[in-house]
């Protein structure tokens, strides 16, 4: 069973930037697709970005689609969100997410069987 730790979240302006990370362990990170979605106040949980086991295929929510970029680095068990152009529509807390079955890469949360703590993102408009 892998764990996850989430770590980048803070507060920024309009228009600024953040890197947000996730950290695994406890098992083979190489072999999970990985997500990140986000939750703001009163809202659903929502997709945001997927990237596969091997990093190269990418899946992204229109909403942050050319601001954002997933990535992963497996020889270090870690994955990232590098979010660009930020907006105040994109305060939320943000989570990682792990997805253990042999299957395309998706933005179905249900697919997914592990999660973070999740890390608040603040956009000060």
């Known amino acids: 069973q892998v764990q996850l730790v989430e770590s980048g979240g803070g507060l920024v302006q309009a228009g600024g930037s953040l890197r947000l990370s996730c950290a695994a362990s406890g098992g083979t990170f190489s072999n999970y697709n990985m997500g990140w979605f986000r939750q703001a106040p009163g809202m659903e949980r929502e997709f945001v970005s997927a990237i596969s086991r091997n990093g190269r295929n990418t899946l992204y929510a229109d909403s942050v689609k050319g601001r954002f970029t997933i990535s992963r680095d497996n020889a270090k068990n870690t994955m990232y969100l590098q979010m660009n152009s930020l907006k105040p529509e994109d305060t939320a807390v943000y989570y990682c997410?792990?997805?253990?079955?042999?299957?395309?890469?998706?933005?179905?949360?249900?697919?997914?069987?592990?999660w973070g703590q999740g890390t608040q993102v603040t956009v000060s408009s």
């Open positions: 997410a792990a997805a253990a079955k042999a299957m395309p890469i998706t933005n179905t949360r249900s697919q997914y069987d592990y």
